[in-house]
């Protein structure tokens, strides 16, 4: 049957001027995951990955050389959208950039899972840019679109975000909507889930598999 290996960009630049950017960790995550791939025999038949800088560095670092085809369904929530209609700390992502003070891990979480909650909870009454149902949405149907151009025993690689991929985590195992938050806030950088597709449909093999940064180095293991 084919298989989807979702993964997590690596690091990005959180707290510098151009978020978007891999860090050098982030780099080096990325590079970690493709010698993993192939180490484990694992032919990549479709690459994929949002547009967004980060998940493009990521996917060329994991697959130097392989065709990448981009798709917007797969880009990330725009932290600073949510934080502006569904908060009130007034933190933003672009800290630095925007003349801001620069943000703090703990700092940026406590704002944004409040702000996640209360986005899902509005579904389409939210005002923001982007509905959570249409974010969601769009990650199904990326997925079911990808499943449905692949052959038996082929393997399609999509690089995402962490959002995106706790997003199918939860529609997989008919979570709540609610769980999202909860998921999101466990993806570790360059981690790897696996969907499995089948006559009946996609389905959850493994969730946020992240042994092959802990066997390169545990410092590697990180969460933003």
Not at 79 to 98: I, K, M, T
Not at 106 to 123: H, K, M, S, T
Not at 175 to 182: I, L, M, S
């Amino acid at each position: 049957m084919p298989t989807i290996l979702l993964v997590r960009h690596g690091q990005a630049s959180f707290g510098a001027e151009d978020y978007d950017a891999l860090s050098p960790t982030g780099a080096e995550q990325a590079r970690v995951l493709g010698a993993a791939l192939r180490r484990r025999g694992v032919r990549i038949d479709r690459l994929a990955s949002g547009t967004m800088q980060r998940q493009r560095e990521t996917a060329e670092l994991v697959a130097p050389g392989a065709a990448l085809a981009t798709d917007p369904r797969w880009n990330e929530y725009d932290a600073n959208d949510l934080l502006a209609h569904h908060s009130d700390s007034g933190l933003r992502l672009d800290g630095p950039a925007a003349g801001r003070p620069a943000l703090t891990n703990r700092e940026f979480q406590a704002a944004i899972e409040p702000a996640l909650r209360d986005w899902v909870a509005a579904a389409e009454g939210s005002p923001g840019a982007q509905t959570w149902p249409e974010f969601a949405g769009g990650a199904r149907a990326a997925l079911a679109e990808l499943a449905a151009g692949l052959e038996r025993g082929q393997t399609g690689v999509v690089v995402s975000s962490g959002g995106v991929v706790a997003a199918v985590c939860a529609a997989l195992l008919e979570a709540p909507d609610a769980a999202f938050a909860a998921l999101n806030r466990t993806m570790v950088n360059a981690g790897v889930t696996k969907v499995a597709i089948g006559a009946t449909g996609a389905f959850l093999v493994s969730s946020n598999d992240h042994s092959h940064l802990e066997e390169a180095d545990p410092a590697l293991v990180t969460y933003r």
